[in-house]
């Protein structure tokens, strides 16, 4: 077999990772808890260990050979995010933008600006 790597963590991606991992009856050691992406992402290169991390944070060093995806059963992950502004502001043109890309008729709860998508 190839050599064991123990993961290197960040809080959030633990947290979704961390529901599928205990579905399946598994608690990964972690070696180290960061809390900046950029931190795993050079660790990892360093050889310290594995991570999950989103593909969208590691598009560079994936594109370089820097990093490589494992094909792993059950990944991706799927995750929910939220839209989020200020109360009783005006979007910016960029915002107001991006929010018309969103799903139409998001349930909203307008009294914290926050749409659930």
Same mark, same amino acid.
């Given at each position: 077999?190839?050599?064991?790597y123990p993961?290197?963590?960040?809080?959030?991606p633990?947290? =979704? $990772? &961390?529901?599928?991992?205990?579905?399946? +009856?598994?608690?990964?050691?972690?070696?180290?808890?960061?809390g900046?992406?950029e *931190?795993?992402?050079q660790?990892?290169?360093?050889?310290?260990?594995?991570?999950?991390?989103?593909?969208?944070?590691?598009?560079?060093?994936?594109?370089?050979?820097h990093l490589?995806?494992?094909? =792993? $059963? &059950?990944?991706p992950l799927q995750?929910? +995010?939220?839209?989020?502004?200020?109360?009783?502001?005006?979007l910016?043109?960029? *915002?107001a933008a991006?929010?018309?890309?969103l799903?139409?008729?998001?349930?909203?709860?307008?009294a914290s600006?926050?749409?659930?998508?």
């Open positions: 077999m190839g050599t064991s993961p290197v963590d960040l809080p959030r633990r947290i =979704a $990772a &961390g529901g599928f991992f205990a579905a399946a +009856g598994f608690a990964p050691p972690v070696r180290m808890e960061m900046a992406n *931190a795993i992402k660790a990892v290169i360093a050889g310290l260990g594995l991570s999950v991390l989103s593909r969208g944070t590691c598009r560079l060093e994936l594109a370089h050979g490589v995806e494992l094909d =792993a $059963a &059950g990944f995750r929910h +995010g939220h839209v989020a502004w200020p109360g009783g502001r005006r910016s043109a960029g *915002a991006f929010r018309a890309i799903p139409a008729n998001p349930p909203a709860d307008q600006g926050r749409v659930n998508t």
